[in-house]
């Protein structure tokens, strides 16, 4: 896939797939559907949808990489930078690791020991969009290390990063069966990878050759309720999905957000790797069109992914489009009111 297809598909298909998974974040499986139907479209606020930390993650990334392409310190440091004026924009929903991290980074510690021990979900939920950008794996490992130690600093943490930064980098190229995204994810981990996750990836490997759904291998890894914000649950559910439904996006967003749990995350992680293989046209103009976003719009996504795209192709830095996140303090506060409301909708039938 072109460069600037597969940059654009891993932004918006994120922002997609975040959106359509977010009113179910939190409930189970069965309740989400028996309350809000089934994940088809948008359904958080009047038929639109609004996205939450894990695109402007992304996003943030993309916007690092065109500023810096080439060296992965001073994209961290570029990184670190977007992460400390995000939070004066008062983010609704950021999570409890990425807001110590972030505390510490105005605090004047460098991206290199800001980070914190936890294995939670951010690193991996912003790191499709360096598979869909960079070529070399080597370099690809680099860049995901110096991204998931600016705020998570567990092992676990990186290594389900960078596994969803090979899924995608293995979606960009058509290689989408369990064997070939195995092997290219062995090359770039090399001596970091670990038993551990080694064999959760072997499940993967041996559910799908089974012929299962990737909502009876999350039971398997005992999410029978949801999927949690732990990486070593979110990562194999994402992977198991992604190469069940490797070309339909539509299908693998609404199968993964079946699973319950932490939806807009699971959902944005396998809208981003769907998307770095079939580019925006392979995501539903109807949800496309259904996002309700500002600063960060649609245009604005699309904008930097052309940027993002021709940095890559120069090799030479660019300015990213613009955003100003203190100008998003209004968009979160109405964010975080449409969040209440479907909180205090939850505690009505039907449970």
Not at 29 to 38: E, N, P, W
Not at 193 to 206: I, P
Not at 236 to 263: F, K, N
Request: charged residues 20%; aromatic residues 8%; hydrophobic residues 45%.
């Amino acid at each position: 896939m072109e460069s600037v297809d597969a940059v654009e598909g891993a932004i918006l298909g994120c922002a997609v797939g975040d959106a359509i998974g977010l009113p179910y974040e939190g409930l189970s499986k069965s309740r989400g559907i028996r309350l809000l139907g089934a994940p088809d479209r948008h359904r958080f606020i009047v038929g639109r949808g609004m996205v939450s930390d894990d695109t402007e993650h992304t996003c943030m990334v993309a916007q690092a990489l065109c500023k810096s392409p080439t060296n992965p310190e001073e994209f961290a440091r570029h990184l670190s930078r977007q992460f400390r004026w995000w939070l004066l924009g008062v983010p609704a929903g950021i999570g409890f690791a990425t807001l110590r991290a972030t505390l510490k980074l105005w605090l004047g510690f460098p991206p290199s020991r800001s980070g914190v021990f936890s294995a939670g979900n951010g690193p991996a939920m912003r790191s499709a969009v360096l598979g869909a950008v960079i070529d070399d794996l080597e370099v690809l490992r680099l860049f995901v290390k110096a991204s998931t130690r600016i705020t998570h600093v567990d092992p676990k943490a990186y290594l389900g990063a960078l596994a969803i930064a090979v899924a995608a980098w293995c979606s960009r190229r058509g290689l989408t069966t369990p064997g070939e995204f195995l092997e290219q994810y062995l090359a770039a981990a090399r001596a970091d990878s670990t038993g551990e996750f080694d064999a959760l990836l072997t499940k993967v490997q041996n559910s799908l050759a089974a012929g299962e759904s990737t909502n009876a291998f999350a039971e398997q890894l005992g999410c029978k309720r949801g999927v949690s914000g732990y990486v070593y649950q979110t990562v194999p559910v994402v992977l198991h999905c992604w190469l069940s439904h490797p070309r339909d996006y539509p299908q693998a967003v609404g199968e993964v957000i079946r699973c319950g749990g932490d939806t807009d995350t699971t959902a944005a992680i396998v809208g981003s790797v769907v998307g770095s293989g079939v580019g925006r046209e392979g995501i539903p103009a109807e949800w496309l069109n259904g996002l309700w976003e500002w600063p960060r719009s649609t245009a604005w996504m699309k904008e930097l992914a052309k940027t993002t795209s021709i940095v890559k192709m120069t090799g030479e830095p660019m300015q990213p489009p613009p955003v100003l996140p203190v100008v998003g303090v209004g968009r979160n506060a109405f964010f975080f009111a449409v969040v209440l409301l479907h909180i205090m909708r939850r505690w009505l039938p039907p449970y």
